[in-house]
């Protein structure tokens, strides 16, 4: 019997990442192109007028033939020729450089060579840098700490959407999204596939922010990563020599920062208290996760039961998936209309409805896994732990732990828990405070 | 004067279709009108063999054949002479086959009827079958579904799994008609209830176990059980089909069991590198029947450890298996 996939049209899907490919992102194209474009007031005109120069587009070519595989934006931040853009514009190029190489094309539509050379996968950013040329280059300034931006106030969002031209859109600024496990700008605009990685300026045309996703299912719904974690990248890289060889190893590093960061976070925040009348449940804090719950009686006098979903909205875009993010969920069943055996058939079959195959066997090992009964706080569980390896990230692991009550013959509750892109001890570790989240209800 | 021998023309299951006695030597056997026994078999020489005797005995005497005559496990050409053995012996010549029994052969005792498989069964036995395969199905169905639509969906169930059953052992009945002459009806239903029950009683008694102890190996290898109990069905139903040749039965059968374990487990294998049916025991029961204690979480991690180095070493290897599975990412 396969799960009820209510909850995921009810999830806001975050992220749909705006770097535009030939291969991907065609219905949303489609609905984008149909959307006109807000009328552009005089100060937009203004902005971008001053930023043009700035302004670049960042294509992903094939080696051999040269035709294009993705687009993006850029802009230039140093009169080096820096330009800042997305990871997710330049990650192809980024991890297969033997196939893919990077140019960027100017707002008068010339064609330059460019280099990668830092990346901010967890902020999903990406420092180049343009081939050398005689004169110097144009930059956009970064708009500082000390001048903070409020609620409402109009910016400017620039790129090449849909790769049919340069464009500026006209928005507001909303401040920072909640639930973010690192800060974002909610940029009220329509932010377009192609936009990526382009800058989204004040009124004064500096940087507040870059382009980075935008609401699926959303209206004018955006996301910008703060303009400081670009400065950073641009200090730290700005006399960085260019990275040639895959950036795997690069990942795999800031991939294994951000796993130790997350686990910690999620230690830290800990579970909420009374989730269940007989149990306690593991059921996170909403920090940095949004948890969705439904109920549904069984009409046929058979199982009614709740459900609860618990998701990160960030997962950190590495390439060809996702990860580093944690998903908690489980499902309450109540069964007295059945009887004992039939309960337990069926407690059964929704048990094993559970899959543990993620991603395909190019990118992870197939899952190992480990099962018993266990028990916490003398209330008898049947765990199982499933543990996948990265083949590209070597040192980090999927985990899935599945947890269902064996108590009482017509009740009972399933609980999962999936741990994506952390290390071996953090994976036990993570296992470990799920786990010892159960027991028995303190009014049972 | 008696009969110095009786030459018999046999059918493909054994059985004699032709018998003639043979009053005088020699005995001319072919396809030429001549002959004392005529085979109209296009693969059998005008003359294809003589038997006669001479001091020694009887003998055969292969005549002008390219085919040569088969007796036993003896293949003899043209011009060979074989001599009579102490026994009745099968003869081929061209696809017929033949018996040549002597007078001088010592007769067999006559068998009592029991001692041969009588394959018509009882009808105390084929309805108890029916009635507990009938329980099966009830019961399973009562565990499948909701209480409401109970009644509707039994009898739906029970059409379903009478249609298969009849459908099956009609099959069956065909082939031995086909091969044996009698239809042997009732052994094949009993063949197939008794499978079904062992197939459903393998299954049950695995989970169950499996639940009670922590045994998940158990239901996850319960497929080669059940493998062999479906193959020993097959060879119970040959039975009916080719009762001359036990070897031939045991062997399809016993092949058939290796070749369905082999299978199975590579499914397993491509899905999940395991050969287990399942990567983890999910079958649930009421938790009296729960027999094994649980552990403590040290304990249960403690177990993990040993993955890791396991895990590494799978993800070290380079990309064995083509990009088939339907890996889903979470990309939007």
């Known amino acids: 019997m396969k799960k ?6 009810a999830f806001v899907v975050a992220g749909l990442w705006l770097c535009f490919g030939a291969s991907a992102q065609a219905p949303s194209a489609a609905q984008a192109a149909s959307a006109p ?10 902005v971008y007028e001053q930023a043009r120069s700035q302004l670049v587009q960042i294509r992903t070519l094939l080696k051999g033939p040269g035709s294009q595989l993705s687009v993006g934006s850029g802009f230039v931040v140093s009169d080096e020729g820096h330009i800042i853009t997305n990871y997710h514009v330049v990650s192809q190029a980024a991890l297969e450089p033997e196939r893919y190489k990077l140019v960027y094309v100017t707002a008068d539509g010339r064609e330059f060579g460019v280099q990668l050379l830092m990346l901010d996968v967890l902020h999903d950013l990406a420092l180049l840098k343009a081939a050398p040329r005689t004169g110097p280059f144009d930059a956009l300034k970064f708009r500082t700490d000390t001048q903070p931006l409020g609620q409402g106030e109009r910016m400017y969002s620039l790129g090449n959407p849909l790769d049919v031209g340069f464009a500026v ?13 690192y800060p974002q700008i909610f940029f009220a605009g329509s932010l377009n596939p192609g936009m990526s990685g382009g800058p989204a300026l004040d009124q004064e045309g500096r940087v507040i922010g870059i382009n980075v996703a935008r609401q699926v299912g959303g209206e004018q719904v955006s996301f910008l990563v703060p303009s400081e974690f670009a400065r950073v990248l641009l200090q730290q890289g700005q006399t960085a020599p260019p990275l040639i060889a895959s950036v795997w190893p690069i990942v795999r590093e800031q991939l294994m920062t951000h796993q130790s960061l997350l686990t910690e976070r999620f230690i830290q925040q800990g579970w909420r208290t009374s989730t269940h009348p007989r149990y306690r449940v593991p059921v996170p804090v909403d920090k940095f996760m949004r948890c969705w719950g439904r109920s549904q009686a069984s009409e046929a006098g058979g199982l009614s039961h709740d459900r609860s979903d618990c998701a990160m909205d960030t997962r950190i875009f590495v390439g060809e998936f996702n990860t580093g993010s944690l998903r908690t969920s489980y499902q309450s069943y109540d069964g007295q209309k059945l009887g004992s055996l039939r309960f337990a058939k069926r407690y059964g079959e929704l048990f094993d409805a559970e899959s543990f195959q993620r991603l395909s066997s190019r990118h992870q090992t197939k899952p190992r896994c480990k099962e018993d009964y266990v028990e916490r706080d003398g209330l008898p569980l049947r765990a199982v732990v499933c543990l996948r390896a990265y083949k590209k990230l070597p040192g980090l692991y999927d985990a899935s732990v599945l947890v269902a009550t064996v108590d009482h013959p017509t009740s009972g509750v399933q609980g999962r828990f999936d741990i994506e892109g952390v290390n071996y001890a953090n994976a036990m570790k993570l296992t470990r405070h799920y786990l010892e989240a159960y027991g028995w209800a303190r009014s049972h | 004067m008696g009969a110095l021998a009786l030459i018999e023309i046999l059918d493909r299951d054994g059985s004699v279709r032709h018998a003639q006695k ?19 078999d296009p693969h059998v020489a005008g003359h294809h063999f003589t038997v006669d005797a ?24 043209a011009g060979e002479r074989w001599q009579a053995a102490a026994s009745p012996s099968t003869i081929v010549a061209g696809r017929s086959h033949l018996r040549l029994r002597l007078a001088e052969h010592p007769l067999a005792p006559e068998m009592p009827l029991t001692a041969t498989r009588v394959l018509a069964q009882g009808r105390t036995t084929i309805a108890w079958l029916i009635g507990l395969n009938v329980l099966a199905v009830v019961f399973d169905t009562y565990l499948e579904i909701d209480p409401e639509p109970f009644a509707r969906t039994v009898s739906m169930t029970l059409m379903g799994s009478l249609a298969i059953a009849l459908g099956w052992c009609g099959a069956w009945t065909l082939l031995s008609k086909l091969f044996t002459r009698q239809a042997h009806f009732s052994w094949h239903v009993r063949v197939l209830l008794t499978t079904t029950l062992a197939l459903e009683a393998v299954g049950a008694l695995s ?17 080669v059980a059940q493998a062999a109990v479906a193959a020993l069905g097959l060879y119970f139903h040959l039975q009916a089909v080719e009762p001359h040749r036990p070897w031939f039965t045991r062997a399809f059968a016993a092949t058939a069991f290796v070749v369905s374990i082999g299978l199975l487990a590579w499914g397993h294998w491509q899905r999940t590198e395991s050969t287990r049916s399942a990567l983890f025991q999910s079958a649930m029961f009421p938790p009296a029947l729960r027999v094994a204690r649980p552990v403590d979480i040290e304990t249960f991690l403690a177990r993990l450890q040993p993955l890791e180095a396991e895990l590494e070493a799978k993800a070290r290897k380079p990309d ?9 990412d979470d990309e939007d």
């Open chain 2, 22 to 40: 043979v009053l005088s030597w020699p005995l001319r056997v072919g396809r030429s009108l001549d002959n004392d026994v005529v085979l109209d």
């Open chain 2, 207 to 223: 989970s169950l176990l499996g639940f009670m102890f922590s045994w998940p190996w158990l239901p996850g290898y319960a497929f």
């Open chain 2, 54 to 77: 001479n001091e020694d005995g009887v003998y055969l005497a292969v005549g002008d054949t390219i085919n040569g005559v088969g007796v036993g496990s003896q293949r003899l050409v």
């Open chain 1, 37 to 46: 474009l807000p009328p552009v007031s005089l100060s937009a005109r203004k």
């Open chain 1, 169 to 181: 859109i006209e928005g507001n600024y909303n401040g920072l999204t909640e639930r973010s496990f």
């Open chain 2, 320 to 328: 064995d298996s083509e990009d088939t599975d339907t890996g889903t």
């Open chain 1, 4 to 9: 009820p996939a209510w909850w995921s049209a």
